[in-house]
């Protein structure tokens, strides 16, 4: 299949065999969205198909972006939002940074995967080229920190060494296919079986796409390890203009730091692991202070307006144990109790709290009325309010429904 040859062009020229409506899911914006458009076959293709765990080409077929390229068999499959006349001659041209990238990131994983293996005989099971970093799967519970160095070491310097990458095509019976690496061929594999051939390191089937010497990776830099699933360890990295990417964006946060800190980079873990122990302290004497508060207020209540067969407290600062003290030293069997914290105008918290009943019937028009999220029981509703800009109408609302309750019971 010539489709596997084309990866080295830029720019193609060819024409379309297809065009058929179609449906793309994809995610815009956190969001799942469903974009109709069109799949198109073209006689042949630059563009790569997704898989072997590199993502898909983008790029342009004339002035058409190419959102998605998929695999079919031996065709690729080319979706696009404007459809195109079958026969007609087309220019294909493929996004080469995002190329470019894949490449660098594959080629690094062909790397990474055969010095672990011949160095420390840690078979890699899967791999997945991620957005922002990379990720290998190798067969191992553990990699020790020293050998985590000794392969970084070792890649860089298979990088500065120059070593060419080639690819060679071979009849799938042909004997040499037996002495290379590989985790199987798929089930609608047809045409030759394509070699990544690093030389002297590594043979290995894969259809993506690659660098043509090593030192087009320009750096390898090994992130750490995490815990893979069944006894397996993920390894991460970031190959070529990732780790420059990487580099700067780690620059500018730290010299941020610096003036957020007013310290140098060496002090930055210190200067903030005290500022959460301040941070902390301060936030157990605040604690108590309206904890304090809070008892002070109820004996002011009870001296002054515990009368009132509803009571309503709005304060700035607080939180929900702040009013869930005050509300434990009212007699709530007997009185209507709603209590607020935050903005007068913003985003805080409530609680509404009384005889079981009441509350049980005005606490979800009360959530209501506050745009806010929240449940109750046994005489107690409390939840988040988006805003409290109509709290003085909740309160009014509150007030007509005793009143009216009380004049009932006369």
Same mark, same amino acid.
């Given at each position: %299949?010539?489709? #596997?040859?084309?990866?080295? #062009?830029?720019?193609?020229?060819?024409?379309?065999? =297809?065009?058929?409506?179609? $449906?793309?899911?994809?995610?815009?914006?956190?969001?799942?969205?469903?974009?109709?458009?069109?799949?198109?076959?073209? +006689?042949?293709?630059?563009?790569?198909?997704?898989?072997?765990?590199?993502? !898909?080409?983008?790029?342009?077929?004339?002035?058409?972006?190419?959102?998605?390229?998929?695999?079919?068999?031996?065709? @690729?499959?080319?979706?696009?939002?404007?459809?195109?006349?079958?026969?007609?001659?087309?220019?294909?041209?493929? !996004?080469?940074?995002?190329?470019? %990238?894949?490449?660098?990131?594959?080629?690094?994983?062909?790397?990474?995967?055969?010095?672990?293996?011949?160095?420390?005989?840690?078979?890699?099971?899967?791999?997945?080229?991620?957005?922002?970093?990379?990720? *290998?799967?190798?067969?191992?519970?553990?990699?020790?920190?020293?050998?985590?160095?000794?392969?970084?070491? @070792?890649?860089?310097?298979?990088?500065?060494?120059?070593?060419?990458?080639?690819?060679?095509?071979?009849?799938?019976?042909?004997?040499?296919?037996?002495?290379?690496?590989?985790?199987?061929?798929?089930?609608?594999?047809?045409?030759?079986?394509? *070699?990544? !051939?690093? $030389?002297?390191?590594?043979?290995?089937?894969?259809?993506?796409?690659?660098?043509?010497?090593?030192?087009?990776? +320009?750096?390898?830099?090994?992130?750490?390890?995490?815990?893979?699933?069944?006894?397996?360890?993920?390894?991460?990295?970031? @190959?070529?203009?990732?780790?420059?990417?990487?580099? /700067?964006?780690?620059?500018?946060?730290?010299?941020?730091?610096?003036? #957020?800190?007013?310290?140098?980079? %060496?002090?930055?873990?210190? @200067?903030?692991?005290?500022?959460?122990?301040?941070?902390?302290?301060?936030?157990?004497?605040?604690?108590?202070?309206?904890?304090?508060?809070?008892? &002070?207020?109820? *004996?002011?209540?009870?001296? $002054?307006?515990? =009368?009132?067969?509803?009571?309503?407290?709005?304060?700035? $600062?607080?939180?929900?144990?702040?009013?869930? *003290?005050?509300?434990?030293?009212?007699?709530? /069997?007997?009185?209507?109790?709603?209590?607020?914290?935050?903005?007068?105008?913003?985003?805080? #918290?409530?609680?509404?709290?009384?005889?079981?009943?009441?509350?049980?019937?005005?606490?979800?028009?009360?959530?209501?009325?506050?745009?806010?999220?929240?449940?109750?029981?046994?005489?107690?509703?409390?939840?988040?309010?988006?805003?409290? =800009?109509?709290?003085?109408?909740? /309160?009014?609302?509150?007030?007509? &429904?005793?009143? &009216? &309750?009380?004049?009932?019971?006369?």
């Amino acid at each position: %299949d010539s489709t #596997l040859c084309q990866y080295a #062009l830029k720019t193609f020229v060819t024409s379309v065999v =297809s065009c058929c409506p179609a $449906e793309l899911k994809q995610e815009i914006n956190g969001k799942k969205e469903t974009v109709k458009g069109f799949n198109v076959k073209l +006689q042949d293709t630059i563009l790569f198909p997704e898989g072997g765990g590199q993502p !898909d080409d983008h790029g342009l077929i004339g002035d058409i972006p190419v959102l998605r390229v998929t695999r079919l068999g031996p065709e @690729a499959v080319h979706f696009v939002c404007s459809s195109l006349q079958e026969g007609q001659q087309v220019h294909v041209k493929v !996004d080469w940074e995002r190329r470019f %990238d894949h490449m660098q990131q594959h080629s690094g994983q062909h790397l990474i995967t055969a010095l672990a293996d011949t160095m420390f005989g840690y078979k890699t099971t899967s791999w997945e080229l991620g957005r922002q970093r990379s990720t *290998i799967e190798l067969d191992t519970p553990c990699v020790k920190p020293n050998q985590l160095q000794a392969l970084e070491e @070792a890649v860089n310097e298979k990088i500065r060494s120059q070593t060419p990458v080639t690819v060679q095509l071979l009849s799938i019976d042909d004997p040499a296919v037996e002495k290379v690496r590989s985790r199987g061929l798929p089930e609608d594999h047809a045409g030759p079986i394509r *070699i990544i !051939d690093i $030389e002297g390191v590594d043979a290995n089937m894969c259809c993506g796409t690659h660098v043509s010497n090593l030192s087009h990776l +320009q750096v390898i830099k090994l992130l750490g390890t995490e815990k893979g699933k069944k006894n397996k360890t993920n390894l991460l990295f970031l @190959a070529g203009n990732r780790v420059l990417k990487y580099t /700067e964006k780690s620059f500018n946060t730290e010299r941020s730091l610096v003036s #957020l800190l007013k310290t140098g980079p %060496d002090d930055h873990v210190e @200067a903030v692991d005290k500022l959460q122990k301040s941070v902390k302290l301060l936030q157990k004497t605040n604690l108590n202070i309206l904890r304090d508060m809070a008892v &002070h207020l109820k *004996i002011f209540l009870t001296k $002054e307006t515990i =009368s009132c067969i509803v009571f309503f407290l709005h304060r700035k $600062e607080g939180d929900n144990e702040f009013m869930n *003290i005050i509300a434990n030293e009212i007699n709530t /069997e007997e009185t209507l109790v709603f209590l607020t914290v935050g903005e007068e105008k913003g985003p805080g #918290l409530f609680l509404l709290a009384g005889p079981s009943g009441p509350v049980a019937e005005l606490g979800p028009r009360v959530l209501e009325m506050l745009q806010g999220k929240g449940a109750g029981k046994n005489g107690r509703f409390q939840g988040k309010a988006n805003s409290l =800009s109509r709290r003085e109408e909740v /309160e009014a609302f509150l007030q007509q &429904h005793c009143t &009216h &309750h009380t004049s009932e019971e006369e």
